[in-house]
């Protein structure tokens, strides 16, 4: 199936005319595709739609929160160091590797959330199950969505290692910084903007995330269920009101996130 | 301790460029400057002395050790590359400190007095961006930042080529002055002739991967080692010739062309007969009225002719003359030689090219 697919203009080469008048009207029914969806989420969340809410919503927001701030401190720890590596090295199977690492992203999350269970089933993943007690526990939400968003971490903060100036690095340890000085001082702080919105954005990817979630770990109240999977079920069993207010909770959040994104790594656009 | 830099056959191949073999030696405390035209090589060489590149083949080799086998911090090398390397992250004052910082040192309050008044610091230290400084103010605070390490070595690419000409001269005299003062080794990489000659204690001249010739600047000019040297530091004046005669008083030659005859006092090594190339910088050729009596010191290689044109360089003029033989000759002088002697185009003059002055090349 082949599909066309809208490609991103520069922003200063103005198409004119017809072209000009087609591309603006796009933006204005994109906009406005996207507001009405936020303002029917808000109608149904004013409205006693289904039955009434049977959640609690402190308690969901502290599992997404935990898990997706939990989920994305191991990304980062795995994920920058492998990043810097990546960055600074070039060797043969570096495509594979990079594929294998992008595969995660790539993937239907439900996809990973199968293979991780298949694997936490089978030595040597079950050893780390019996360690952990991943399936249908906190440490399954948080262990998916690290699957999911470790590769996220890895290459944009390898993106962000490579834009640094080697030669800065270089020029450091000639005026005698230490390694260890050299990646304290000028490496991380060069790199910082472009890690913080990995951070961010692995954040974001992280408390959204359903597909491998719910499939690891499920939807125990107070354990595993997450303002996304919460969604899922509060539809499911009619409360429609419920799931509009989660989703705005949702919605309201990724708006933060990316406009703390804007702030901190001065993104624009 | 010794601290002389050696390259020892060193070729460095980057790419599809291959360096070399070049042999020099950097003494310690002498003023070294690296001069080519762009491509030729400077800042690789530069960057293999302080050991970013690793040769194929030969050494570098600080005090009989290679340079890549001594720790970089260890080396005494200071290096203010062509793009400055100021760190974005830090203050003006943290990245003047920031060498001595790393290795846990305070600045020698003395040092840092004398730096902060020669390059004017001062006003800089408090700025928080470094990338709000001009041009040549972050030159100053990188430089500032190489010595503030009392480097055995200074390494310098291009210090002046992004200032503007108004600055360049100042700053070229500063460098000149903070060595006197300091005393420490400067290997400088310009492309810039006269950059070259103003601070080279010797000059280096790199063409296309070679280092052609090594030598303090009078030998350089009066003496090119080789036609590409010498078409690199003037290319004018540069005529095929064979050698008539020679004897103690050096060489009668006549050139292929035109056959006029004149005679080089200081000539290559050479047999009648053969063949060379005779050449004359345009700032030795004199002119002459065309019908006043000869000084004794200008009574050979005279030759008359007609002034073809003159431009008007910056305080000088370059005039070009045609002698009766067809030889072209271009010579350079201060505008107000040339006002007085009332040089036009068209008009008749001599040139006398200078038998100590004519210099010959294997062709």
Sequence with gaps: ?269 | MSTVLELEALEVRLGGFTLGPIDLAVAQGEYLVLVGPSGAGKSVLLETMIGWHTPARGQARLGGVPVQAIRAGERGFSYVPQDIGLLPHLSVRENLLFPLDCRGRDPDPQLLETLSTTLNLGPLLDRRDPRSLSQGERQRVALGRALLTRPRKLFLDEPCAALDPHLRREFQLLLRDLHRQLGQSVVHVTHDREEAFLLGERIAVILDGRLRQVDPPDQLYARPADLAVARFLAPENLWPARTVETSAEGARLELRATGNRLRAEHPVPTTAGAGCVVGIRPEEVMILHPDRPLRPQVQENVFSGTIREILRLDGRVQVNVVTAEGLDVVSRLPICAAQDMELAAGSPVRVCLKARSVYTLDP
Excluded: C, N, Y
């Design chain 1, 1 to 269: 199936m082949s599909q066309a697919r809208a490609t991103p203009r520069a922003p200063h080469a103005a198409p004119p005319g017809m072209a000009g008048k087609l591309a603006l009207t796009t933006l204005v029914v994109l906009s406005l595709f996207l507001l009405s969806l936020i303002v029917a989420l808000v109608r149904l969340a004013a409205s006693d739609a289904g039955r009434p809410a049977a959640f609690s919503l402190a308690s969901l927001l502290l599992t997404s929160l935990a898990a997706a701030l939990a989920a994305t401190a191991l990304a980062l720890a795995f994920g920058v160091p492998a990043a810097l590596w990546l960055a600074r090295h070039r060797f043969p199977g570096r495509t594979l590797l990079t594929t294998l690492l992008d595969l995660p992203t790539m993937l239907s999350p439900v996809a990973v959330g199968t293979a991780l269970v298949l694997f936490l089933r089978d030595p040597p993943g079950a050893w780390l199950e019996g360690a952990g007690g991943f399936l249908f526990g906190f440490p399954g939400v948080v262990l998916a969505q690290f699957t999911v968003i470790v590769a996220l971490v890895v290459r944009s903060a390898e993106a962000a290692f490579t834009d640094v100036d080697t030669r800065l690095e270089r020029l450091a340890e000639l005026h005698g910084a230490t390694r260890r000085q050299v990646l304290t001082r000028i490496t991380l702080p060069l790199a910082r903007p472009g890690l913080l919105a990995a951070a961010v954005l692995a954040f974001a990817r992280a408390l959204g995330e359903f597909g491998a979630t719910v499939t690891v770990a499920g939807t125990i109240p107070g354990r595993t269920e997450t303002l996304s999977t919460g969604i899922f079920l509060a539809l499911e069993s009619g409360e429609l009101a419920g799931a509009a207010r989660l989703s705005l909770i949702l919605v309201v959040v990724a708006g933060a996130m990316l406009l703390l994104l804007r702030k901190v790594v001065g993104w624009r656009r």
